[in-house]
């Protein structure tokens, strides 16, 4: 028997997910039990208990929640942060890993630097895409945008919601690039933005059942 998606009740997690992220950005909440009691006057008990549940869900409304009030504090947060990088990353290191680890380093810094020269005009790209486009495994493409991702030079743009309600892919943008005047408005559908984590844990009881 062929399982049919109930679309009403996916819409229904999905305007429950934007509007507590609204709730925390928005300042006025302190955690996620502000941004409950808030939605109960739109949505009932078990709709949103399906969604809150999860721990995940919870701690990433808390962190929004917690940013929203404090800009200033975070950004000095951050700023230490990446000070304390900056530190640990300055002394001269000597490499220690085999040769192997050193190709990999190699093919995965050419790799990067293809996905750059794609993504110069910029145009925006899924893995897929991208690997389509390079000749190459989506797998490849994944390791180079992490690291990519990790010094900055690459960007989720967005995220791409699947036509057969599963798990979204990520659209990639290369850091500081200016899109194309031709390209055309609303090509992606944008989701909220969310680490990485809490999206997949979020797409995951959105699957119906």
């Known amino acids: 028997m062929k399982r049919t998606i109930n679309w009403d009740l996916i819409e229904t997690r999905d305007s429950i997910r934007q509007s507590a992220y609204d709730l925390a950005r928005s300042g006025l909440c302190d955690g996620w039990q502000d941004v409950w009691r808030a939605l109960r006057t739109r949505f009932s008990v078990d709709q949103l208990t399906v969604i809150f549940e999860n721990p995940l869900?919870?701690?990433?409304?808390?962190?929004?929640?917690?940013?929203?009030?404090?800009?200033g504090k975070v950004a000095r947060d951050v700023q230490s942060d990446l000070d304390a990088i900056r530190q640990r990353a300055s002394p001269l290191v000597i490499s220690t890993k085999p040769p192997a680890s050193d190709g990999h380093k190699r093919?995965?810094?050419?790799?990067?630097?293809?996905?750059?020269?794609?993504?110069?005009?910029?145009?925006?790209?899924?893995?897929?895409?991208?690997a389509e486009r390079l000749g190459t495994s989506r797998n490849e493409i994944l390791i180079a945008?992490?690291?990519?991702?990790?010094?900055?030079?690459l960007q989720v743009a967005r995220y791409v919601a699947s036509s057969c309600g599963g798990r979204g892919a990520r659209v990639?943008?290369?850091?500081?690039?200016?899109?194309?005047?031709?390209?055309?408005?609303?090509?992606?559908?944008?989701?909220?933005?969310a680490d990485s984590v809490v999206t997949e844990a979020f797409d995951a009881i959105a699957?119906?059942?």
């Open 57 to 71: 869900c919870r701690l990433d409304i808390d962190q929004r929640c917690y940013r929203a009030r404090n800009p």
């Open 107 to 130: 093919r995965s810094d050419r790799m990067a630097n293809r996905i750059q020269t794609v993504l110069a005009d910029g145009s925006e790209c899924t893995a897929v895409e991208l």
């Open 145 to 153: 945008a992490r690291e990519m991702l990790a010094d900055g030079t």
């Open 172 to 193: 990639f943008v290369r850091t500081g690039a200016t899109a194309p005047q031709g390209d055309a408005p609303g090509l992606h559908a944008t989701w909220p933005q």
């Open 207 to 209: 699957r119906p059942r």
